[in-house]
């Protein structure tokens, strides 16, 4: 059920220099940031976004974020264990959200900015920097690149292009800090500019997420000028929603398809590709990948398209068959359908923006329905959904009002627990951590050791599985007390909990 496109020859690592650089074995991480003035920053501007929130109840527009409030210093790590988070927690002003234990639905705007607030104080442990490097793991890719790879023998000639494509990457941030390490990472020498685009929207009326761009831009500063950074407007956003309701009647999705269409519309009618070249064939070849933010194409495969000369018969899109990974990467379920699609784009025509944007926003939109695709290969993409990371986690299951999961509520013992400033990382686990209630496959309990050792060495992201310290919240590594353990290890608990 799946397949390779990797050479035989070891994986070297590096770690990222911040002048974007690789530094050999040095321990400076380009995605670790700096602490001392990063902190300093998020405890100013966390101040003023939760006091913009706390003046915001009953608002239909999201806070401003112009008022001034005092937050404690925080100056820790993001640590494995997630003791550094309970510590926050701990330092919390716990009586102005005892609020969030009281009994009801949770549901009112007052309830949603309170919960806005709450998890807005919470951003310092999103955006710090880890106690460990993030490792470079496809060192000399394009080099490696086997053009004739049996495997890919239907897509490509087995020739090399004469220079290789651009590759645009369009990226919709919410709040998975996680994901966007790992796809700018997994992507860094494949990708020749990045469009990433945030707003301060969920999917649930009244609660809103920080805009983080500010720490995004100082976490990436080593990547420069090959990342464009963009922000919806709340303007623009109801008019791309209103559009989309007129279409899909999974109405619920209208913000999450807008990410999808505004970027794309940004990105040309204001003419951003010229940041990629002005060589008008290097425009017409171009490659754009438009997907969301958890679905992650391999560098392997990205890199066949970027270097290798395609078949007159490969048409484009092209969406590439993903493995689904839910709550770790041990749960997983290979979607060899096109229902989970995943749109690739070449732009024939970067000079005719109009169609190329009514073209994009079409089968964004329509994606369930029978577009006419080329499927590249099972196992080409993973799907990322899901993962238990603590803030992520809770931003996804009670921002979704399509999946009609968590309200605004905390559970009383965790309230309990802040006030008496007794927040313990155990607790955390069971009581913080929200679970994804669909029935899911652990693979690793039922495939035999082949497929899984293929799964392991040729599926999962290689930035993945080569960082497992660095992505300790997405999956525990085996004999420590990591956060993710503890989530693990109460699992069936958790479910009970939060699963109707």
């Given amino acids: 059920t799946t397949s390779t496109t990797t050479s035989s020859s070891t994986t070297t690592t590096s770690t990222i220099a911040s002048d974007g650089k690789d530094a050999g074995s040095s321990s400076n991480s380009g995605n670790s940031g700096s602490s001392g003035s990063l902190l300093s920053a998020v405890a100013a501007k966390v101040s003023a976004a939760v006091a ?36 926050l927690m701990n330092s919390l002003d716990w009586d ?78 919410a709040y998975d800090f996680d994901l966007l390490d790992l796809r700018l990472m997994e992507h860094r020498d494949t990708v020749d500019l990045f469009v990433i685009y945030e707003t301060r929207y969920t999917q649930r009326k009244g609660f809103y997420k920080p805009i983080y761009q500010q720490y995004l831009k100082e976490r990436y500063k080593h990547l420069g000028d090959k990342i464009i950074w963009l922000i919806g407007e709340e303007k623009e956003l109801a008019n791309v929603a209103a559009f989309i ?51 992650i194409w391999r560098a392997e495969v990205l890199m066949m398209f970027k270097v290798c000369e395609a078949r007159p ?36 025509r970067m000079g005719s923006l109009g169609l190329l944007n009514q073209d994009m926003a079409a089968r964004r939109v329509a994606r369930r329905a029978d577009i006419p695709t080329v499927d590249i290969l099972p196992g080409s993409v993973n799907h990322f959904s899901s993962f238990l990371v603590p803030i992520a986690s809770n931003f996804k299951h009670r921002g979704a009002t399509i999946e009609e999961r ?39 309990d039922h495939f035999d050791a082949e497929t899984r050792t293929r799964v392991y060495d040729h599926i999962l992201l290689k930035t993945l599985t080569q960082n497992r310290e660095y992505f300790c919240h997405i999956w525990g590594r085996t004999g420590t007390t990591d956060f993710a353990n503890l989530v693990e290890a109460n699992r069936d608990q958790l479910r009970r909990d939060h699963c109707h």
């Fill in 245 to 295: 309701n007129e279409l899909n009647p999974y109405t619920h999705w209208a913000l999450e398809e807008s990410m999808r269409v505004i970027p794309m519309t940004k990105f040309l009618d204001g003419k951003l590709y010229t940041r990629l070249t002005t060589d008008a064939e290097e425009l017409n070849s171009a490659l754009i990948v438009q997907c969301d933010a958890d679905e």
């Fill in 96 to 173: 102005k959200f005892r609020p969030l234990m009281a009994e009801g639905s949770g549901g009112s705007e007052a309830d949603m900015a309170l919960f806005t607030a709450f998890m807005t104080e919470l951003t310092p442990w999103a955006v710090a920097p880890r106690d460990v490097p993030l490792l470079y793991a496809h060192e000399n890719l394009a080099a490696r690149t086997n053009c004739s790879d049996a495997h890919f023998k239907n897509y490509f000639t087995g020739a090399r292009r004469a220079t290789p494509r651009k590759v645009v990457d369009f990226i919709a941030f």
């Fill in 52 to 87: 913009a929130v706390a003046g915001a109840v009953g608002a239909d527009s999201p806070p401003a974020s112009s008022t001034s409030a005092k937050v404690p210093p925080w100056s820790q790590k993001r640590d494995c264990a997630g003791q550094s988070l309970a510590d």
């Fill in 406 to 444: 968590a309200n605004s509520r905390l559970p009383r013992v965790l309230v309990e627990a802040g006030l008496a400033r007794n927040i313990t990382r155990e607790l955390l686990a069971l009581h913080f951590v929200i679970p994804q209630c669909k029935p899911i496959v652990r693979w690793a």
């Fill in 313 to 348: 018969s490969l048409r484009f899109p092209v969406s590439g068959r993903a493995m689904l990974f839910k709550d770790s990467p041990d749960y997983a379920e290979l979607l060899v359908g096109s229902g989970d699609r995943v749109l690739h784009y070449v732009n024939p």
